[in-house]
């Protein structure tokens, strides 16, 4: 491996928008520790980066259990060197309305899209902080911004998960670490397919939500974690960053015409 190539760990990277932010960040010259709660896709999926003459390793591990955590970001280490950027992408959804939304669930989108936030940003910067640099880059959504019916605790987490990344921000500024958070708007994905169906709703419903007139592609995720890991983003710290074509900012009463 190059003495130049820096390491990357991306959880929730099995499937979605962290198999493709897995993808870019190799093509960019990344080691990649695929990291998944399910062995066989982080196998998988780590499997065909390396068979495309990339370097990448499965990092089995539930990211809401510290000592797996910590384990996961050990070996990562071991096998691919120091960790230069964390990618805290594994996420959970769940929809009911308020009334019926079940306990265990919100603990569960809890577990995921926060704790697990803290768990795996905690055990990064220690190293980090040690050598005085690194990324860590926060997967909210939209949802923790704007306001969405019978979606509570992901709204509610992921507005955590933005606070999160903020905070921490500042406070690990001085060591020359950089954590940023990205929020993806309606992305073309399984979890949103499967959202659209339980409301009876097509995905050009979806579409028309959205000024810029399309769904996000998970590449225009990746493609922005790509850049905030990067040397030119070097000063860019505590931002809260929208892919959203314009669907956070957009309400009726702005339609032209």
């Known amino acids: 491996m190059s003495a130049n190539r820096r390491c990357a760990v991306v959880t929730g990277a099995g499937r979605g928008i962290g198999l493709v ?38 990092a089995r591990g539930d990211v809401t259990r510290k000592a797996e955590v910590e384990a996961m970001i050990d070996s990562a280490e071991r096998e691919l060197g120091p960790l230069w950027l964390l990618v805290n992408n594994a996420g959970s959804y769940h929809s009911d309305p308020i009334e019926e939304f079940p306990e265990e669930a919100w603990d569960h989108e809890f577990a995921v899209d926060v704790k697990a936030v803290f768990l795996c940003s905690q055990k990064a910067l220690k190293g980090m902080i040690e050598r005085k640099g690194g990324r860590i880059v926060v997967m909210s959504s939209i949802a923790g911004e704007i306001v969405r019916t019978r979606q509570i605790a992901y709204c509610a987490a992921k507005a955590a998960a933005i606070h999160f990344a903020r905070c921490a921000a500042v406070e690990v500024a001085p060591h020359g670490i950089t954590v940023n958070c990205v929020c993806p708007g309606m992305t073309d994905s399984a979890m949103l397919r499967k959202s659209a169906a339980g409301r009876g709703k097509g995905l050009e419903a979806y579409e028309e939500m959205i000024p810029a007139g399309r769904l996000a592609l998970p590449e225009d995720h990746a493609s922005t974690i790509a850049w905030l890991a990067s040397d030119e983003a070097r000063h860019v710290t505590g931002q809260v960053i ?5 669907q956070s900012l957009y309400h009726p009463l702005t339609r032209q015409g």
């Open 21 to 58: 932010t897995a993808r870019v960040l190799c093509e960019r010259g990344f080691a990649v520790a695929v990291n998944d709660a399910d062995a066989e896709s982080a196998h998988r999926a780590a499997a065909d980066l390396c068979k495309a003459g990339h370097t990448a390793i499965a």
């Open 242 to 246: 929208s892919v959203d074509g314009a």
